[in-house]
């Protein structure tokens, strides 16, 4: 079972109700650390950053020297671009041989492109596993790590290695399957487009009723604007699965493309019920409503969006410059301004800046 499945299960709605009534009667309660750190974890797939932060500063307090509460500092740390302290935590935790240790030494030197050494560590988290679905895990985790940072190649390289290992565990059809799935994407993103679609049909072919490997084939021809065909592979997803929010999601943006904006609101909305990519949902939201002049709607998500994203994700910009262009429509200058400043850096010398400046010059002389 991963995370999301985990956080679907009764057993950690049960977990997570025992912390959110302790929370409401402002008490301290004694939580294993392992509990807390899966809410904590809980809340960042949320995107709730500050009832994470919240939580592992609890866990701390509770649990000041145990290594998944470090661990989990640490990872929200990188989260937020803390380098150096996240190398402080790693050097801090007395087992250097614990797998989450290495995996962390070994994504600081993906971020520093320090190869070589990136390499050392990965190496050791292969060679200490023994049973062959262990080691298929670490392929696909360490393949996982590389797609994160878009180097597809290294990326593929390590799938290949996981569809490879399969072979010597129990079951292997399904773990196959998932090794292939993301050696598609990797293909896809190298711009072999038609290779990452065969490979995904391959799968669909011998597992018809996968809703994920559907939505992923949706998510294939969104990216090359086949919107006819992504609409009938999120159907299929949805047919099999009415609930899948990844399929909802995707639809949902589907639909902006197609500017069918009602279809589009109504879907994302389906998905803010359901928490799904919080931050990007009202992201897409606020954009939404700005197209159509409903600036206080489009106000409320995307400050909603701010609140809720980790670190600078790759939409900022457009949400500082939808947010800049929301307040200029309803003449408050000042707060327009303060986002035209962060959107600044994002995208130096992008001419959208200069025509936010423009357009609260000449509003203000039309007072």
């Not at 490879?164 to 896809?188: G, H, N």
């Not at 998510?219 to 399929?247: G, H, N, P």
Request: aromatic share 14%.
């Amino acid at each position: 079972m991963d995370y999301f499945e985990y956080f679907e299960a009764p057993e950690f709605k049960t977990l997570f109700s025992r912390y959110q009534k302790m929370k409401e009667k402002g008490i301290s309660e004694y939580f294993d650390a392992d509990e807390l750190v899966d809410i904590t974890e809980y809340y960042y797939n949320k995107g709730m950053k500050m009832e994470a932060l919240t939580t592992l500063e609890f866990a701390l307090k509770m649990h000041p020297d145990n290594v998944d509460v470090r661990l989990c500092q640490a990872r929200t740390c990188m989260n937020e671009g803390n380098y150096e302290q996240v190398q402080q935590l790693l050097d801090s935790i007395i087992d250097q041989t614990d797998r989450e240790v290495l995996f962390l030494r070994a994504e600081l030197n993906i971020i520093k492109k320090d190869m070589p050494q990136t390499s050392v560590y990965l190496n050791q988290i292969i060679q200490s596993e023994e049973e062959p679905i262990d080691i298929y895990q670490a392929y696909i985790d360490i393949g996982e790590l590389f797609l994160d940072y878009e180097e597809y190649e290294r990326a593929m390289k390590y799938f290949t290695r996981a569809e490879k290992s399969a072979q010597m565990c129990e079951d292997p059809q399904e773990l196959v399957w998932r090794a292939q799935a993301d050696r598609a994407i990797c293909l896809f993103a190298l711009g072999e487009h038609q290779k990452g679609i065969d490979l995904v049909n391959q799968i669909l072919d011998e597992d018809p009723y996968s809703h994920t490997h559907w939505c992923l084939l949706g998510e294939f021809y969104v990216e090359l604007e086949e919107f006819d065909k992504a609409m009938d592979a999120f159907d299929y997803a949805l047919a099999i699965q009415q609930d899948y929010k990844e399929a909802i999601f995707w639809k949902a943006c589907c639909y902006t493309y197609l500017e069918n904006n009602a279809e589009a609101l109504k879907l994302f909305h389906q998905c803010i019920e359901k928490e799904y990519k919080l931050s990007e949902t009202h992201f897409a939201c606020g954009v939404l409503y700005n197209t159509q002049m409903e600036y206080s709607q489009a106000i409320f998500h995307l400050k909603k969006s701010e609140e809720l994203m980790n670190g600078t994700p790759r939409y900022a910009f457009e949400l500082y410059t939808n947010l800049a262009d929301a307040y200029i429509q309803s003449k408050l200058y000042q707060q327009a301004i303060h986002y035209i400043m962060l959107a600044d850096p994002l995208s130096p010398d992008n001419e959208q800046i200069q025509k936010l400046y423009k357009e609260i010059e000449n509003k203000e002389e039309n007072i």
